[in-house]
């Protein structure tokens, strides 16, 4: 059964850093790009990054870029979001999804499989 599970949220303090993983199951992970997604309250989920199955073509969001960092294990079937000077902007429900479309994958939609979410919260 394919499945995404999350973990490595927690709260900590602005300027600080956290790592998610999210672990898959199935076939949810091998040849699908992944992507991280987010969603605070009152707020619609948006794009943080993806990656796809090399590694070697990732995107960002501009509110992340240069402060995110996605990284894949295939061989673990695990993927990564390393989080540094995280901000109290940055706090929410973080999503990890897969897809194995390759265009307008910035989009929600996009994406097949997703996990329960992981809270992050940043305090200031």
């Known amino acids: 059964q394919e499945q995404l599970v999350e973990s490595g949220g927690g709260l900590v303090q602005a300027g600080s850093s956290l790592r998610l993983s999210c672990a898959a199951s199935?076939?949810?992970?091998?040849?699908?790009?992944m992507g991280w997604f987010r969603q605070a309250p009152g707020k619609e989920r948006e794009f943080v990054a993806s990656?796809?199955?090399?590694?070697?073509?990732?995107l960002y969001s501009e509110s992340v870029k240069g402060r995110f960092t996605i990284s894949r294990a295939n061989a673990q079937n695990t993927l990564y979001l390393q989080m540094n000077s995280l901000k109290p902007e940055d706090t929410a429900v973080y999503y990890c999804?897969?897809?194995?479309?390759?265009?307008?994958?910035?989009?929600?939609?996009?994406?097949?499989?997703w996990g329960q979410g992981t809270q992050v919260t940043v305090s200031s």
């Open positions: 199935g076939r949810s992970f091998r040849g699908y790009t």
């Open positions: 999804a897969s897809t194995l479309l390759a265009e307008g994958i910035t989009a929600s939609a996009a994406y097949k499989y």
């Open positions: 990656i796809d199955w090399s590694g070697g073509r990732t």
